[in-house]
């Protein structure tokens, strides 16, 4: 796929890191390197003061035992030790007369009268008679002078001073200033591009990743997203492509869906407009005219029943299925649905077998919802057995649950179908009527009563629907009656434990 351009829109991902991660580092770096800077300029500066203040004391103790010996010429001395000063090429060594004047330097130059002594009015007014500071010369150069006070009797000199340019100290803090900043520079360069490189890394999958969501979003779930890393990227990429098979599966057994329903749906409209036609020309006939009502009531309410149980999912799907909850005998709800299929069983060459219990206890439910479940179970059964295949419904208590099986004969399920078959649109068998949703239906609506519903079934063997339900504890009132069969049903009081049918657990 081609990769897609990126874009540095104020709301971007890129523009996000600029401002915010990489505007920061660089924030911190350039707070870093004036620091830096200023600790070396401190550093170089407070050694720089103390050099010359320890040349200083060093003049100044040389200068002081000659004081102390008491000889008759001082001011020859001190102005011999000035001139023949031996770090002159480095630091320039002046006494000060008691003018405020440099009389004699150690370069042979004296400074102008108009020159600022800063250092000298500070060691003035210091109580050690000593200062040392850095300051500008009128020229503009840099340097540090150091100044201590002469207090001796018959001396024509108040002061002796040193001054040495700093102009190579403040070389050397520009060269590790300059350095700092190109380091710093190629350390920011690095960042950008690797932080560029990696946002990239990203931008790209994700770019890609919303042209093809929106493609999904369009129903086109033709193209899959690449992996091209085991990273969180690359487990999302695995997500969004799972999402598109199960929407592409969902949205192919949605189309088969809505073609079933409208297969099922033009079925009984198309025989009560048959009928409806006929019974209008042969209005006379009055066994006809029987017939073809018949087939219209039966045909409406199949109409009706399906309609319901589009509704049905539909306040499912949206959270709106109702239960009207009370104490219900769940015998008499399941007698009335064997009674319900007993005519279509024998039209169809399908014995219907009811192992009828004596006693159950009873089950707090909606009976209509349950009885709407049971009809699903026992009309799927019928409708994948063909003639001469057995249908077989029980009910019994066990381990304080109530157990309703329905068996068949049938052409079963497929083991790669039978996990889906409760799921929403599918359908194990298109050659056979109904809309794909009813066992889904049945799966919640069982699912609202605390119960479960499981299916075992082998291909070509038959399926088993196995519907448990909490019982209350109370035993049935023997004054119910269940609903009575009659003799188009195969009445079994009790089949044998050995015999039941006990679905495995659900792939």
Not at 152 to 161: E, G, N, W
Not at 328 to 335: C, K, S
């Amino acid at each position: 796929m081609k990769k897609p351009e990126i874009k540095y829109g104020k709301h971007s991902i890129t523009m996000h890191w600029l401002k915010n991660s990489f505007g920061v580092m660089v924030a911190i770096l350039l707070i870093i390197v004036l620091l830096l800077i200023l600790l070396v300029r401190a550093y170089y500066y407070s050694s720089a003061k103390e050099y010359v203040s320890s040349k200083m004391n060093i003049v100044y103790t040389a200068v002081k035992s000659n004081l102390n010996t008491g000889k008759a010429n001082l001011n020859a001395s001190i102005r011999a030790y000035v001139e023949g000063y031996e770090d002159k090429d480095r630091i320039e060594l002046m006494a000060i007369n008691n003018s405020g004047r440099a009389e004699v330097t150690s370069s042979g130059f004296s400074p102008s009268a108009e020159s600022s002594m800063p250092d000298l009015e500070e060691a003035k007014k210091s109580d050690d008679g000593f200062a040392v500071q850095i300051y500008e010369l009128s020229t503009g150069e840099k340097v540090v002078a150091a100044t201590v006070m002469i207090s001796a009797k018959d001396s024509q000199y108040s002061a002796l001073r040193m001054l040495s340019s700093m102009k190579k100290i403040d070389s050397q803090i520009l060269i590790i200033g300059i350095t700092t900043l190109v380091v710093s520079l190629a350390i920011m360069i690095l960042i950008f591009f690797s932080g560029m490189f990696f946002i990239r890394s990203i931008v790209y999958p994700i770019r890609n990743m919303g042209e093809m969501t929106r493609k999904f979003a369009k129903g086109d779930f033709s193209e899959r997203l690449q992996k091209e890393s085991d990273d969180e990227l690359g487990e999302l990429c695995d997500s969004i492509n799972y999402m598109a098979d199960e929407l592409s599966n969902t949205e192919h057994m949605k189309n088969e869906f809505i073609s079933s329903v409208s297969h099922e749906l033009r079925t009984p409209l198309t025989a009560i407009k048959g009928w409806t036609e006929t019974v209008t020309s042969m209005y006379e006939d009055r066994e006809t005219f029987k017939k073809g009502m018949r087939v219209i009531t039966s045909e409406t309410e199949r109409l009706s029943q399906m309609v319901e149980e589009l509704l049905d999912f539909s306040r499912i799907q949206d959270n709106r299925l109702t239960l009207i909850m009370d104490t219900i005998d769940i015998l008499a709800e399941l007698g009335e649905t064997v009674l319900i299929y007993q005519e279509r069983a024998r039209a169809l060459g399908i014995t219907l077998n009811y192992y009828e219990p004596e006693m159950l206890s009873f089950v707090y439910g909606d009976k209509n919802r349950l009885r709407q479940v049971f009809i699903n179970i026992v009309d799927n059964a019928i409708k994948y057995s063909d003639k001469g295949d057995t249908v077989s419904v029980e009910a019994y208590e066990e381990h304080g649950e109530i157990c309703i099986s329905v068996s068949d004969t049938g052409m079963g399920i497929s083991k790669d179908d039978l996990p889906k078959v409760k799921t929403k649109f599918f359908k194990a068998n298109h050659t056979r009527r109904g809309s794909g949703i009813g066992l889904a239906v049945a799966d919640e609506i069982i699912q609202r009563h605390g119960g479960t519903l499981t299916l075992n079934s082998e291909e070509g063997v038959g399926t088993t629907v196995l519907i448990t339900l909490p019982c209350i504890e109370s035993k049935k009132d023997p004054t119910i009656v269940s609903a009575e069969t009659t003799s188009d049903v195969q009445l079994i009081t009790s089949k044998p434990e050995s015999e039941r049918t006990e679905p495995e657990n659900e792939q």
